[in-house]
């Protein structure tokens, strides 16, 4: 039996945890995993950037691969610190700027000619420039953090006054500190959202099932951005249109890596905008995004051995990825103030579930984000993201059904959730 490591601690790295969990060819280690994570799961007490002791776990334990989950280990160089120990599914230090970098991000999409909305680019020291750029520009528009900023570093600004605050914060550090330093102020476009994953082994890739996120906190796609709260997949669009994003997006994109001597390695996301039919890119994530990970897995028909077996031998390009002919929709609940201030410390109900703390019926699962527990098990809210709710069926409708009838088995005080998730 092959063993895995994965690295993270949300709903996401349960998902990618549970799904290799299935292939029953792998004994599978959480680093450090939540305490929503259960047995056969392992779950191993290091942080993400103890880069000794994950060196030394991986040596003594033989681990066979690594998947990381979040960005902030991606953009510290996980990857580069651990490659010679062991297979890494991650993306390199050096092309952690597609996601880390916002700015050389947007830079690198208009070099290759790959369709982007318009976008005005403002460091600190140029504040008086894009305060009268601000005043003077069409609304809506959009305004975005540079750096990382977990998802909620974008404002849709509506007025001169909404988006002069949102710039003053991000230059002056209070509220994404120096991820907000240099900002982006980009044309608005009115459209359907999709998400778009490969995994890419260097030479070759695989496309994933798409899917709809909704990224805004409150019904009607009002509200703050969030890290995403909720979605659907698979994303009804058709053959043509996905074939334009490959020859539009995905494949300028790995071919202009590859040329400047960098092949992209890992899960890749494409963060677009359908408008008129046409695909806009609005953002790259270096890796799975959450809750979409939660939605596409369990649709995805071949095991994790086998994706990790055709990235090894970097023949991904020859795998035919088999998908499951049903919906998935996962609705994610959170702790009241989220995300700006998300309270902590309700308690959650027990809840008897099976492969890895996650399986619910066969109906779906609940994937942990947001918990710890207390010296008897109980599991409490640690503030934010606490857990997705993913129903499973042949139609959305039902599926949707089914994640909100998961939703109501765990309820817990000041509990948040959007009640419009899959009603397009």
């Known amino acids: 039996m092959q063993r895995l490591l994965v690295i993270g601690r949300g709903a996401r790295e349960h998902a990618i945890a549970h799904k290799a969990l299935l292939s029953r060819k792998l004994e599978v280690f959480i680093a450090p995993g939540n305490a929503g994570m259960q047995p056969p799961l392992k779950r191993v007490p290091l942080q993400e950037t103890e880069i000794g002791p994950l060196r030394d776990f991986i040596r003594q334990m033989k681990i066979d691969a690594v998947i990381v989950g979040p960005e902030v280990p991606i953009a510290r160089g996980i990857y580069d610190d651990l490659h010679d120990l062991t297979l890494v599914i991650a993306p390199s230090q050096k092309l952690a700027f597609l996601e880390s970098s916002k700015a050389r991000a947007k830079h690198f999409m208009q070099t290759i000619g790959i369709p982007t909305p318009y976008s005005v680019i403002f460091d600190q020291l140029h504040q008086a420039d894009a305060e009268s750029y601000l005043r003077g520009a069409s609304y809506p528009l959009v305004i975005k953090a540079s750096g990382l900023a977990a998802g909620k570093g974008v404002l849709i600004a509506h007025t001169p006054e909404e988006a002069l605050e949102f710039a003053r914060e991000c230059f002056s550090g209070s509220k994404f500190g120096t991820a907000g330093h240099t900002i982006l102020v980009e044309e608005y476009l009115s459209g359907e959202e999709r998400s778009v994953f490969i995994l890419s082994d260097g030479k070759g890739y695989v496309l994933l099932p798409t899917a709809r996120d909704y990224k805004r906190l409150r019904d009607g796609d009002q509200g703050p951005n969030t890290g995403g709260m909720g979605g659907y997949a698979p994303a009804d669009d058709s053959p043509e249109w996905i074939d334009s994003v490959r020859e539009k997006i995905i494949e300028p994109t790995l071919h202009a890596l590859k040329k400047g001597g960098t092949p992209y390695h890992g899960f890749l996301y494409f963060g677009l905008m359908k408008v008129g039919g046409e695909p806009y890119l609005l953002e790259y994530n270096v890796r799975l995004g959450d809750p979409e990970a939660q939605l596409i897995l369990p649709l995805i028909g071949n095991s994790m051995e086998e994706l990790i077996y055709y990235y090894r031998i970097q023949k991904l390009g020859e795998l035919r990825v088999r998908l499951q002919e049903q919906y998935a929709v996962g609705v994610v609940a959170a702790t009241v103030g989220y995300p700006e201030a998300p309270q902590k ?80």
């Open 345 to 424: 410390g309700q308690l959650l109900p027990s809840l008897p579930l099976e492969e890895g703390g996650c399986k619910v019926d066969d109906s779906g699962y609940i994937y942990w984000a947001g918990v710890e527990a207390d010296e008897s098990g109980m599991l409490y809210t640690t503030g934010g993201r606490t857990y997705t709710a993913v129903g499973i069926a042949d139609t959305l409708e039902t599926a949707r059904a089914r994640a909100y009838a998961i939703l109501e088995k765990v309820p817990f005080e000041g509990r948040y959730y959007r009640t419009d998730i899959a009603l397009r």
